[in-house]
């Protein structure tokens, strides 16, 4: 399977404790996105990379969190100190690089996140 | 005004039958429009781009109005396979976040 990968595909945690995601893209997609789903709403955007710079974070992703794609491949999404409001599909998805078009993004399986 | 509106629905049709989804947006500068489609408890699969000639892939037509800041999504010869959650998503800058809607639920009976 070529496609995007998240691990692990499903955590449960108790609240206060730290939690990490990995994604891993399509291979040669330089841009990686991390999002946020929760029950009813649309994904909602956290922050994006292209290889390895982080160009945007959305007022959304608070002190406790932190994401990283140190060598350009794969990312990790780092949550500190959960909290119950933190539970959600987390979502990562890839673009390739193009000189036209519309950058269409390609999302991985998530992460389901349950903060007790 | 959120950025991204859809009518969350949800829109029950019989097999066979055509359905049209609209979203409008707030940004007028966006530049790119998406059409994704959601199974319950999946990811997001992107269903088609949505280009300023309209474009169509099979039975579905997508189609952009820009002056009137919104996208459709029309679906033909509706299949029982066809029941999701639709997604439209804009983005302001090609190549950044997409700002999603919340998505447009429908039911396709036998």
């Known amino acids: 399977d070529t496609g995007v990968s998240q691990d692990p595909r499903h955590k449960i945690t108790k609240r206060g404790q730290n939690v990490t995601f990995r994604c891993d893209p399509i291979?040669?997609?330089?841009?990686l996105y991390w999002y946020r789903q929760t029950l009813g709403q649309g994904p909602e955007f956290l922050t994006y990379?292209?290889?390895?710079?982080?160009?945007?974070k959305s007022r959304l992703l608070s002190d406790r969190f932190s994401a990283e794609r140190p060598k350009g491949s794969f990312s990790t999404l780092e949550i500190q100190r959960t909290e119950q409001g933190d539970s959600a599909m987390y979502l990562c998805a890839s673009s390739p690089k193009k000189t036209s078009g519309g950058f269409e993004q390609f999302f991985g399986p998530g992460t389901r996140l349950t903060v007790l | 005004r959120k950025e991204v509106e859809q009518d969350p629905g949800p829109f029950n049709v019989p097999e066979g039958a055509t359905v049209a989804f609209n979203c409008t947006y707030s940004?007028?500068?966006?530049?790119?429009f998406f059409w994704y489609r959601q199974d319950c408890r999946k990811e997001p699969k992107l269903l088609m781009s949505v280009y300023s000639s309209g474009n169509e892939d099979g039975r579905f037509t997508a189609q952009l109005n820009r002056a009137s800041q919104y996208i459709s999504l029309l679906i033909r010869d509706s299949k029982l396979s066809d029941s999701a959650t639709y997604l439209c998503?804009?983005?302001?800058?090609?190549?950044?976040?997409?700002?999603f809607g919340k998505g447009t639920t429908l039911s396709v009976s036998s």
């Open positions: 998503a804009v983005t302001p800058q090609a190549g950044t976040a997409l700002i």
């Open positions: 940004n007028s500068a966006s530049q790119s």
């Open positions: 990379f292209q290889n390895e710079a982080q160009l945007e």
């Open positions: 291979s040669e997609h330089n841009r």
